[in-house]
DNA sequence: GCAAAAGTGTTGGAAATACACCCATGT
DNA sequence: ACATGGGTGTATTTCCAACACTTTTGC
C-alpha cells in the first residue's frame, strides 16, 4: 500500500475544482488496485429561481459518464469530520460559508463507482442563489431544473431522488425553506416555494393563516419594489424564537 | 412481505462472532498504519420486552473501553453493499433473517474510533425478542433498556440516541412497530408498545378508533391465552393492504 | 381606469380528545 | 363473588378546507 497518495489533510485547501478531479482519478486507481474503500461526499445543493427548485450540477469528466451531470463531490480527507468534508466541498464551489446542510443517506453499493469501490455520504444543502451569483462561470457548473433531468454519472440520480424526497419531507416539519429565499421575502415567494418542492396548489389564505399563527415571521416593515402590481409585505423568519419554541414528541400516529 | 424491509440474499456466513472480533483488530491497526478510513456498519437492534424496549449490545473488548457497552458491529467487506453488511451482521450474531433493517446515518468524527479512522453507518434493526431467545447466551451478549444505560464504547451512545430518536419518529409514521411484537398480537400488547417507546400514556380508546379505522388490522378468531383476566382478540398486521394504500404527500406544514 | 396581485373572515366537516360503563375470564 | 383488564359510544373541541370580495399599486 501507498500512504502518500492518501489525501492530504492540511486546512482549507486552495486547490481548484479541476485540481482537485486530476487527483480525485490517481487516488482512486490506486484505492482500487489495493483492494480498498474510499470514502467521498456528494452535495445536492438545492435553489429556488424563478419559481422553481434548481440543482447545481457539473458535467462528469469521467470517461464511462461523459457529458451526464454529476453533483459536486469529493474524497473524504483523512482528518476531516464528514460535515466538514461537506462545507468544504460547498465553499470551494459556490465561496459560501453559511449554508444549510444536512446528511442524507450513505450509498455504498459495490459498483457504484466504476473507478474504484467507493462509499459515498450524500449531503443536502439549501443556498440562496442571488447570493453567490458571480462564482458559477467557471468550469460546467449550472443550475438545472430538478423536476425535467436525465442522464446523471454514476448512481447520481439516485442521491438526487434520495434528497429531493427528504426535502419534501423535511420542508412541512422544519423551517429549511427560508435559506432558499433572500432574508427579506414576501408571502407569496414562500408560497411559491412550498408549492415548487411539493409540487401541490395551495390556497392562499389558508397558507398564511397558517404561517402567522406559528407566530414565527416578522414584519420588516418594507415593501416589495419593481412589481408591476400591489407590493406585498416583506417578512423575516425569527429563527430565535423558533429554536425557544417546545418541541412536541407526540405527532399522532398516521401511516 | 413488508417492502421496507430489504430483503437479504446474501447466503448465511459461517464466521463466528469471535473470529471476527480478532481479524477486525488486526485490520485497523493495518488501516492506521497506512493512514487510511476504515469503513464499518453498527447495527442498534431493538427489541420489546416485558413491557419495554430493549437494545442488544455487547461488552467491548477494547482496552480503552473495557466493561462498556457496544453495539453490534464489523468492517465492511470490499464486495458487499453496506445493507449486505447490516444483515451479515444480524444474521452472525442473532441468526435471524427476516429483520426489518434500516440505515439511519453515518458516523465520521476523526477521533471516533481509538484504534484507526473508522467512518460507521449505523443501521437501526427491529426484531421480536421472543423468536431468537436461544442465541443470546454465547459472548457477552445481553438485552439492556434504552432508558437506564450509559458507559458506552466508542461513541456507540450517539448512535444509539440517533437511532432511538429516528425509531420514535418513525414508528409514528410507518408500521415498524409489528416487527417488535409476535405476528398475533393484542391491542393493549400494540399500545403498551407505543406508550414505551414513546414514553407517553394514550386513551386506550382512542388508541383503538385510530388502528381499527386505518383497517389494517386483521381479526385472526383467536384470543390470548395464560391471562388472569379476560383474553384479548389477537390480530395480524396486513401488509399488502398497507402497500397497496395510497400515500398522501401533502401532510401540512407544521413546526 | 384597468390589470394584477395583496390582503382579509366565515363556515361546515373531519378528526382528535375526553370521558364512564358493562362484559368476559381466571382465581 | 371479585379482581382484572377487554370492549364499546358519545359529546365536545380543535383543526383544516373551501370559498369571494375589497384594496393597493404600476402602467
Known amino acids: 500500500m501507498n500512504p502518500e497518495i492518501i489525501p492530504n489533510d492540511g486546512p482549507s485547501s486552495t486547490d481548484t475544482a479541476a485540481a482537485g478531479q486530476k487527483n480525485i482519478k490517481m487516488i482512486l486507481k490506486q484505492l482500487e488496485s489495493d483492494g480498498i474503500i474510499g470514502i467521498s461526499v456528494d452535495c445536492v445543493i438545492f435553489g429556488f429561481d424563478?419559481?422553481?427548485?434548481?440543482?447545481?450540477?457539473?458535467?462528469?469528466?469521467?470517461?464511462?459518464?461523459?457529458?451526464?451531470?454529476?453533483?459536486?463531490?469529493?474524497?473524504?480527507?483523512?482528518?476531516?469530520?464528514?460535515?466538514?468534508?461537506a462545507y468544504r466541498i460547498l465553499r470551494e464551489?459556490?465561496?459560501?460559508?453559511?449554508?444549510?446542510?444536512?446528511?442524507?443517506?450513505?450509498?455504498?453499493?459495490?459498483?457504484?463507482?466504476?473507478a474504484a469501490r467507493v462509499v459515498t455520504i450524500a449531503y443536502c444543502s439549501l443556498i440562496n442563489i442571488e447570493h453567490h451569483q458571480l462564482k458559477i462561470l467557471d468550469n460546467?457548473?449550472?443550475?438545472?431544473?430538478?423536476?425535467?433531468?436525465?442522464?446523471?454519472a454514476f448512481d447520481h440520480r439516485a442521491l438526487l431522488d434520495a434528497c429531493y424526497a427528504w426535502l419534501q419531507k423535511r420542508i412541512q416539519?422544519?423551517?429549511?425553506?427560508?435559506?432558499?429565499?433572500?432574508?427579506?421575502?414576501?408571502?407569496?415567494?414562500?408560497?411559491?416555494?412550498?408549492?415548487?418542492?411539493?409540487?401541490?396548489?395551495?390556497?392562499?389564505?389558508?397558507?398564511?393563516?397558517?404561517?402567522?399563527?406559528?407566530?414565527?415571521l416578522e414584519d420588516t416593515g418594507e415593501l416589495e419594489t419593481d412589481v408591476p402590481h400591489r407590493?406585498?409585505?416583506?417578512?423575516?423568519?425569527?429563527?430565535?424564537?423558533?429554536?425557544?419554541?417546545?418541541?412536541?414528541?407526540?405527532?399522532?400516529?398516521?401511516?
Open 140 to 152: 460546467e457548473l449550472h443550475w438545472h431544473r430538478v423536476t425535467t433531468l436525465s442522464d446523471m
Open 50 to 85: 424563478d419559481n422553481e427548485l434548481k440543482v447545481l450540477l457539473i458535467k462528469s469528466d469521467f470517461e464511462k459518464y461523459e457529458n451526464k451531470w454529476s453533483l459536486l463531490g469529493d474524497l473524504v480527507n483523512n482528518h476531516e469530520d464528514l460535515d466538514e468534508a
Open 231 to 255: 407590493p406585498g409585505k416583506l417578512y423575516r423568519f425569527n429563527y430565535e424564537k423558533y429554536q425557544k419554541k417546545e418541541r412536541k414528541k407526540w405527532f399522532g400516529i398516521d401511516f
Open 93 to 114: 464551489r459556490t465561496g459560501m460559508d453559511d449554508v444549510y446542510l444536512e446528511q442524507v443517506k450513505a450509498f455504498g453499493e459495490v459498483n457504484r463507482h466504476p
Open 173 to 216: 416539519e422544519h423551517p429549511l425553506g427560508f435559506s432558499l429565499l433572500p432574508k427579506k421575502f414576501s408571502l407569496r415567494e414562500l408560497q411559491n416555494l412550498y408549492e415548487a418542492i411539493l409540487d401541490v396548489k395551495l390556497d392562499r389564505r389558508n397558507f398564511r393563516k397558517k404561517f402567522f399563527s406559528m407566530g414565527l
